[in-house]
């Protein structure tokens, strides 16, 4: 599967953005969908993921309450609507899919920068 995520940007702290994630190449209702980060000198972080149907969200707790993370299986996107942004959410954005949960995450899309002003 290819990933080609989107919607990075520059919003200022308290603000909002939503990301994309678009899938192509397989079936996309086969993949558990994840997001995950990676900030300026340090590790890359997960964020969230949703089960294949999107019944089922999994959250890092430094997010809790403020992302969303959503999928459209007839558009094959996943979205991360993040909102109450803050400084600390600056970070380079990634999709990825993977066939189970609590996988691998064999499947990358680029990154997609988000830049929180203070």
């Known amino acids: 599967v290819q990933l080609q995520a989107s919607g990075g940007g520059l919003v200022q702290a308290g603000g909002s953005l939503r990301l994309s994630c678009a899938a192509s190449?397989?079936?996309?209702?086969?993949?558990?969908m994840g997001w995950f980060r990676q900030a300026p000198g340090k590790e890359r972080e997960f964020v969230a993921a949703i089960s294949w149907n999107g019944g089922r969200t999994y959250y890092v707790d430094s997010v809790k309450g403020r992302f969303t993370i959503s999928r459209d299986n007839a558009k094959n996107t996943v979205y991360l609507q993040m909102n109450s942004m803050k400084p600390e959410d600056t970070a380079v954005y990634y999709c990825?899919?993977?066939?189970?949960?609590?996988?691998?995450?064999?499947?990358w899309g680029q990154g997609t920068l988000v830049t929180v002003s203070s």
């Open positions: 990825a899919a993977d066939n189970v949960v609590g996988g691998t995450w064999p499947y």
């Open positions: 190449g397989r079936t996309f209702s086969d993949y558990v």
